[in-house]
Each structure stands twice: as C-alpha cells, then as structure tokens.
C-alpha cells in the first residue's frame, strides 16, 4: 500500500543513510521498523496484562487449590 507521511528533514535523512547502509530500500526500512514496534507494543501490552493478572491477590479458592496441591506433591530438593 502506498501512503504519504509527514515526517522531519534530518529524521528522513538517517533514514535513508541506515537503509543504504543496510541495503535495503527506504520503504523497507520503514517496512522493517514498523513491524518491530509493533512487536515490542505487542509484547509490552502482554506484559502488562500479565501483570494486571498477577498484582492481584489470590482468591480463597485459588489459596485452597495451592494448599492441596502443596500437599499432594512432595518437596524433594531445592529449585
């Protein structure tokens, strides 16, 4: 897909340095750099559902279940 964006001179410029360098062209560079931060804001939005998910303290159900768990299996060494 073809767009136009706005972006800053000098910015444009690092662009195309990094994208000759690499070889590649500036579309994708661009391409390339785009799918990255989208992988990282990905991962980061996982991280902190995961953190949501365990800031929380356990229910008095989820306490019982570790409980019983604990004493079904044995502790035969250090992790």
Do not use: C, F, H
């Amino acid at each position: 897909m073809k767009t136009a964006i706005s972006v800053e001179d000098s910015l444009m410029e690092q662009t195309d340095e990094a994208a000759r360098a690499m070889g590649l062209s500036r579309s994708g560079l661009i391409a390339d750099a785009l799918r990255e931060y989208l992988k990282k804001r990905r991962q980061a939005q996982i991280t902190e559902q995961l953190n949501q998910a365990y800031a929380n303290a356990p229910s008095p159900n989820e306490s019982r279940l570790v409980r019983k768990l604990r004493a079904k299996v044995p502790v035969t060494g250090k992790w």
